[in-house]
């Protein structure tokens, strides 16, 4: 008897000392892929802080402009031609002048051609627009002199937010040292000073920085995502509601099933050229429009929608189903009263993620033309706009250093309604969602 359990827990003993001797290795190898996995979401995380910390440090800067206090002197002959007071006669005044002799009487010591050129361009363009703006607004001011807060020129402001080094040759930047003293002693009288960039957010697109703004791009984004969730929410819940509970099970559906599956995987840009093949050429549609726009980015989405509601779709037990048929609904009944209302949150969230790919899409948008030039903003879902991801890459590639925070600024807007959605989108998935 004993000589037998002995035998046998000899037989034993080579297996157990295997697997003893093997243990340390399994649990060495355990800890390195722990520790890779540990490194892999380091690696993630400092790469996404670097690139967070890149764009807020370029951009936060952008959401405050140097603006210029000046004394214009409003000589009706030089802002009412005519002395008629018209609206046509205001318009047609020398605003520049007004402009300009207000820095002049600021350094009168300035007298060469030259010099006073340069003085000049220290205050941007935009400044005699807004005068303008105010004397149309209320023409009992002509023959006044006034103060006002202008915007200065994006190298004044640029310089002011320490972004032009005084280090660096006279020859190499943009200001000279006579340009950089008239700041400083503008800067001495609190003639300059920061304020919240408004223009940022009520203007559109322009060719000089300090006067740029988003607010084109933020219309022609709101536009287009009204239309893109116009047409795809109600196509694409429809679509997975027929596929999941109507369809019958055969080759034409799945073919339909593996195209839709394919379509969530096809690049954006061929998307942008079949809208310009399709909406443009044969339709003849406005280029550059918020509907062409949204019809394209519909299509793009319209894969994203279906497949997260056919997911939604399927998570709901089938108990729910047999439930209701038991009770002698039918089976429309029994999905658009049961299925469909407990499916929606899921639904919703789908969409939401789609509308969230939607907004930050430049591929197709530069293919039906979005990528104009446009200063004008949009007032309806036909005149030409731009977006906010084109306005980016517009931006982008513009040489100013001033347009270099402006990109990161509408970088950190576009960041910021895009972590709206999403969080929309958990919320409504935590809030609404039924676990069984």
Do not use: C
């Not at 056919?310 to 048929?325: D, M």
Request: aromatic share 8%; glycine share 8%.
């Amino acid at each position: 008897m004993s000589s037998t359990n002995n035998s046998g827990g000899a037989g034993r003993s080579p297996v157990l000392e295997v697997v003893r001797a093997s243990l340390p290795r399994r649990y060495r190898a355990e800890a390195r892929f722990k520790a890779y996995g540990i490194i892999a979401l380091v690696l993630a995380l400092s790469f996404l802080g670097l690139l967070l910390t890149s764009i807020i440090s370029n951009g936060y800067t952008a959401f405050q402009q140097t603006y210029m206090q000046l004394e214009f002197n409003l000589e009706p002959e030089v802002v009412d031609p005519d002395g008629d007071g018209s609206e046509a006669s205001l318009r047609a005044g020398n605003y520049l002048a007004v402009v300009r002799n207000s820095l002049y009487e600021l350094f009168p010591e300035v007298s060469s051609r030259s010099d006073r050129r340069a003085l000049s361009s220290l205050v941007s363009t935009g400044a005699m627009y807004q005068l303008q703006a105010m004397v149309l607004a209320d023409p009992s001011l002509v023959g006044q002199t006034i103060q006002m807060w202008v915007p200065a020129d994006d190298d004044v402001d640029m310089y002011r937010k320490g972004r032009i080094s005084v280090e660096v040759p006279e020859g190499e930047r943009r200001l000279s040292d006579k340009q950089l003293g008239w700041i400083d002693a503008m800067a001495a009288q609190d003639h300059l000073e920061l304020k919240f960039n408004t223009a940022l957010f009520t203007s559109g697109d322009s060719r000089d920085p300090e006067l740029a703004g988003i607010l084109g791009a933020l219309k022609g984004s709101f536009y287009m995502l009204l239309v893109t969730l116009a047409l795809s929410f109600p196509v694409g819940i429809a679509a997975a509601v027929y596929l999941e509970e109507f369809a019958p099970k055969n080759r034409w559906t799945d073919l339909i099933e593996v195209n839709i599956n394919n379509l969530a995987a096809v690049p954006s840009i061929v998307f942008g050229l079949l809208g310009l093949a399709v909406f443009l050429n044969y339709f003849g549609m406005p280029r550059s429009a918020p509907l062409v726009g949204g019809l394209v980015l519909s299509l793009m989405t319209l894969p994203t929608i279906i497949i997260a509601s056919r997911a939604a779709l399927k998570a709901v037990p089938p108990s729910i189903r047999e439930a209701a048929l038991g009770m002698g609904a039918s089976k429309m009944q029994t999905t658009f009263h049961h299925v469909v209302p407990l499916a929606m949150p899921g639904m919703l969230t789908g969409t939401i993620i789609g509308m969230a790919q939607a907004l930050g899409e430049t591929a197709p948008l530069l293919m039906i033309g979005m990528v104009a030039f446009i200063v004008d903003v949009p007032q309806g879902f036909t005149d030409p706009a731009t977006a906010l991801p084109v306005q980016i890459y517009l931006w982008a590639d513009s040489p100013e250093r001033a347009f270099v925070e402006r990109t990161s600024a509408a970088i950190i807007v576009l960041l910021g309604f895009l972590l709206v959605m999403n969080l929309l989108a958990v919320f409504l998935r935590r809030k609404f969602e039924r676990r069984w």
